[in-house]
């Protein structure tokens, strides 16, 4: 299993920033996929969810309204959309999923909101 982020960076309060996550080594369709995130001495909490075709998705009370999670299974992709982005956004972004009792990590990516 092996998922890789991409798309963070630097971005001033109120932009946006698409975050993509490129999977392999499973059968990516068969697995709900996940967003997460830890801020620096905060603990990794979930940002947003999406089932294994995307019809069923759940956010964190606080992105709610701002941030979209899609998939794209004939890519083998799952994306983080993130708008009117907040300074308390800062953090590493992510992508997980579960096989079994088992948690898969991508190596993660950074997102800065700073003016």
């Known amino acids: 299993v092996q998922l890789v982020e991409s798309g963070g960076g630097l971005v001033q309060p109120g932009g946006s920033l698409r975050l993509s996550c490129a999977a392999s080594?499973?059968?990516?369709?068969?697995?709900?996929m996940s967003w997460f995130r830890q801020a620096p001495g905060r603990q990794r909490e979930l940002v947003a969810g999406?089932?294994?075709?995307?019809?069923?998705?759940d956010y964190a009370g606080s992105v709610k309204g701002r941030f979209t999670i899609s998939r794209d299974n004939a890519k083998n992709a799952v994306y983080l959309q993130m708008n009117s982005l907040k300074p308390e956004d800062t953090a590493v972004y992510y992508c997980n999923t579960q096989l079994g009792f088992v948690d898969y990590w991508g190596q993660g990516t950074q997102v800065t909101v700073s003016s």
């Open positions: 080594g499973f059968a990516f369709s068969g697995y709900r």
């Open positions: 999406i089932s294994r075709a995307g019809g069923s998705k």
